[in-house]
């Protein structure tokens, strides 16, 4: 360590003199009103700068030294950071206290990382390791599954949680259902909202207009979004790639204006409210019963609680996302499934093959879009008021990240990656403002150190000899 | 003599003012390889585009005729040269599903009988007893092309990992699964090396004689084209200049001008 440390200490120290000359313009001062007609003064914040190139010249130190492979000078350091952020020290904002927090874990990971990664590539490898390996890919999906039926009985689910729970399945069952489309057929589509969209107003528009219930929406509902998705894969499914991915942008656009400006359907930006939830054997979830019916306390003889309705949703939508998964696993295993999946990977050949391509795409977004359909009904019950607000393309660009980050064409990747995209922003809204910066932190790691997504291994959709026989690979 | 599987008749294909090919007519037939040689730029892959759907040839008739009925190439799309007339190829640069395993490569091959018995998937979602037998005899198909051509220990590799020489086998065992009535294969000892030439060649003729189909063959391999053609069409700046016989042709001087300028060496190499 000894004849390099000057050189890094240098190194620190540059970094540290080219932040603190950057942010001093920055952070420094800021300039305030000093009322009174006095015109503009500084405040100044020195202590915020100083904190943070302090924090700047360790976290610097400790990178170079993990990057020279002393590992326990930098876990050292990175720990102190942490601690520093952690303690109840008086810094000047909450912010401050983060930052040096998050660099801290960020300075121990780079330092663990080669040894970790070693460590469990060694592991892996060894006979025990790879049994492990094999039963915990096969026991995780059922682990989680398990996890999500029983969360509602869990002593900590309150409401906070639940609205987490339902909000996170629903893109769970977002990102399955795109899962098909992108990751499946290889068919970038960056308008996918607009068919939940469609599943939403069509849901809103009947019950409210026409008094029909969720359960005799729902197929319908599914249907009018496969029948969009099929209107829309007609003209455009001809177009490979970029050209494909900025048409169904547009259609995604189109479809939302539309629902903003066709007022007399819509009700244009005001939107559509009073929405009936689901009904549970046509009894409704409310203290009171409106004319007519029966409330679920009633007819089940338990005392009511507003809880119930969440739960009842909850399960809802666990189920139709679970539905969308079944779906996917047996289509793969389908010969349609596997044309989707070798369109994703050579056109030409399929068609020298003799495989329809317009046909085989145009399956995969109606089915795509369907699934986006029920998702779409399922959101207007629960939230009883839809607007176009709701469908907006940053909804669409989310979906499409969590399945891109969860590994194209991965059914638990999605699971995970909706996990980490929607739950950690949520449970992270303490950061306030700074949230967004740690979302796009995240998506940048997942995808530097894992460019094929949280889960790139694929399964075969069929295999001559049985799996683990050797000779397979 | 059988009548011939597939006729061309004074095929023209032009790009703008290019003409790629000027009116090129011959015939091949089942039971036999026929080989398409000629200099780089001849036409030879144009040839094959037009035969297989990928170009719509500016002029002429492509006619095949076999046990399924009469098909005139020219007028059907893409797939259904592929899925209707059962012509099947493969690609001068390899065209596998390299992320999907060997065994699922073959199944995609077989799609459409596979989709009709699956009745388009909904016998196949509720598990259909007719659609799991068929594709039982499909995963047999399969097993016994990757026998033949020796892959069978390898069938749940993702093709893209497989040897050089492994992959064009399997292109061809893929292009097979398909039961065509004519095998059209582009370039396939391209990047091999003479063990690997040697066993496609065996490959080739027991297509030929076992399965009975027509192959016609793009090739700048010699030791492949005389070793096994039956018939040789040349061709040099879209024209037709030779057809024949490997020994006819190996004489012709139109041919050795065409491919050496003088020099009668380099065709034996």
Redesign the interface.
């Known amino acids: 360590m000894g004849p390099r440390l000057p050189l890094m200490l240098k190194d620190a120290g540059l970094t540290a003199f080219v932040a603190a000359a950057l942010g001093f313009f920055v952070v420094g001062f800021r300039t305030v009103d000093q009322g009174g007609g006095k015109g503009l003064g500084f405040d100044y914040q020195l202590v915020d700068l100083a904190v943070a190139v302090v924090a700047i010249f360790v976290g610097r130190l400790g990178l170079s030294m993990a990057a020279n492979g002393l590992r326990w000078p930098a876990i050292a350091l990175g720990i102190a950071m942490i601690a520093a952020g952690a303690s109840p020290m008086k810094l000047p904002s909450g912010f401050l206290h983060w930052f040096v927090a998050l660099g801290g874990v960020l300075l121990v990971i780079r330092a663990v990382w080669p040894w970790a990664n070693d460590a469990m590539g060694a592991a892996a490898r060894t006979p025990s390791g790879v049994a492990l390996g094999k039963a915990g890919a096969k026991w995780f999906g059922w682990l989680l599954l398990a996890g999500a039926v029983l969360l509602p009985a869990m002593p900590f689910a309150d409401q906070k949680t639940m609205d987490l729970g339902v909000l996170i399945l629903t893109y769970v069952m977002l990102g399955w259902g795109l899962n098909i489309v992108v990751g499946l057929a290889g068919l970038l589509d960056l308008g996918y909202v607009a068919f939940y969209a469609v599943g939403a107003y069509a849901y809103a528009l009947l019950s409210t207009q026409y008094g029909l219930g969720f359960w005799t929406v729902l197929p319908l509902a599914g249907m009018m979004a496969a029948l969009f998705g099929i209107m829309l894969g007609f003209p455009v499914l001809r177009l490979r790639g970029d050209y494909l991915a900025i048409v169904t942008l547009g259609f995604g656009e189109i479809i939302r204006l539309v629902l903003l400006n066709w007022f007399d359907l819509t009700n244009g930006p005001a939107g559509i409210g009073s929405i009936p939830g689901p009904t549970l054997f046509g009894a409704v979830f409310a203290e009171t019963p409106p004319p007519g019916k029966q409330t679920v306390s009633e007819m089940l003889g338990i005392a009511f609680d507003g809880n119930h309705r969440l739960i009842f949703l909850y399960y809802i939508i666990l189920g139709l996302a679970l539905i969308t998964n079944l779906?996917t696993q047996?289509?793969r295993r389908?010969?349609?499934g596997?044309?989707w999946?070798?369109l994703r990977?050579?056109e030409?050949?399929?068609?020298?093959?003799?495989?329809?391509?317009t046909n085989t795409k145009l399956?995969a977004f109606a089915i795509g879009a369907m699934f986006a359909g029920f998702a779409g009904s399922f959101f207007a019950a629960k939230q009883r008021f839809i607007s176009p607000e709701s469908f907006v393309f940053i909804e669409s660009a989310i979906i499409l990240a969590i399945v891109v980050l969860g590994g194209m064409g991965s059914q638990i990747g999605v699971v995970l990656a909706a996990v980490l995209l929607i739950g950690l922003p949520e449970w992270f809204r303490d950061l306030g403002n700074y949230r967004m910066l740690a979302f796009g932190l995240a998506m940048v790691l997942i995808m530097v150190f894992r460019p094929r997504g949280l889960i790139s291994h694929?399964e075969?959709?069929?295999?001559?000899?049985p799996?683990g026989s050797g000779?397979?690979? | 003599m059988s009548p011939p599987l597939i006729e061309v008749e004074h095929l023209t294909m032009r790009f703008g003012g290019l003409v790629a090919i000027d009116d090129v007519s011959f015939a091949a037939r089942a039971h036999a390889i026929t080989a398409v040689i000629g200099p780089n730029g001849a036409g030879k892959t144009t040839v094959f585009n037009c035969i297989?759907?990928?170009y719509k040839p500016t002029i002429g008739r492509l006619t095949l005729r076999s046990p399924g009925g009469e098909f005139l190439l020219e007028r059907m799309r893409?797939?259904?040269?592929?899925?209707?007339a059962?012509v099947?190829?493969t690609?001068q640069n390899i065209?596998?599903?390299?992320?999907?395993?060997v065994?699922?490569n073959l199944?995609?091959?077989?799609?459409?009988k596979?989709?009709r018995a699956?009745g388009?998937?909904l016998l196949?979602?509720v598990g259909a007893g007719r659609f799991r037998r068929a594709e039982g005899a499909a995963?047999e198909l399969?097993?016994l092309w990757?026998e033949r051509i020796g892959l069978?220990?390898?069938?749940?590799?993702?093709a893209g990992?497989l040897p050089y020489g492994a992959q064009r086998r399997l292109e061809i065992a893929?292009?097979m699964c398909?039961e065509p009535v004519l095998l059209c294969l582009d370039e396939p000892a391209a990047g091999l090396n003479p063990r690997e030439s040697a066993e496609l060649n065996q490959l080739l003729v027991s297509i030929r004689d076992r399965d009975g189909i027509g192959v016609l063959l793009i090739e700048h391999d010699m030791s492949v084209v005389m070793n096994i053609s039956d018939h040789i069409v040349v061709l040099d700046y879209g024209r037709k200049i030779a057809e024949g016989a490997p020994l006819a042709v190996r004489n012709d001087p139109a041919v050795i001008r065409a491919y050496l300028g003088t020099d009668e060496e380099a065709l034996d190499a």
């Open positions: 779906f047996r289509m389908l010969p349609v596997r044309a999946e070798a990977e050579d030409t050949a399929c068609q020298a093959l003799g495989i329809n391509p399956t694929r075969p959709s069929i295999r001559l000899h799996a000779g397979g690979g | 297989t759907g990928f893409g797939h259904e040269i592929g899925q209707k059962r099947a190829r690609f065209r596998l599903f390299s992320g999907m395993t065994l699922e199944m995609v091959a077989q799609h459409n596979l989709m699956s388009w998937s196949g979602l995963i399969a097993r990757l069978l220990a390898d069938a749940d590799r993702p990992e893929r292009a398909t």
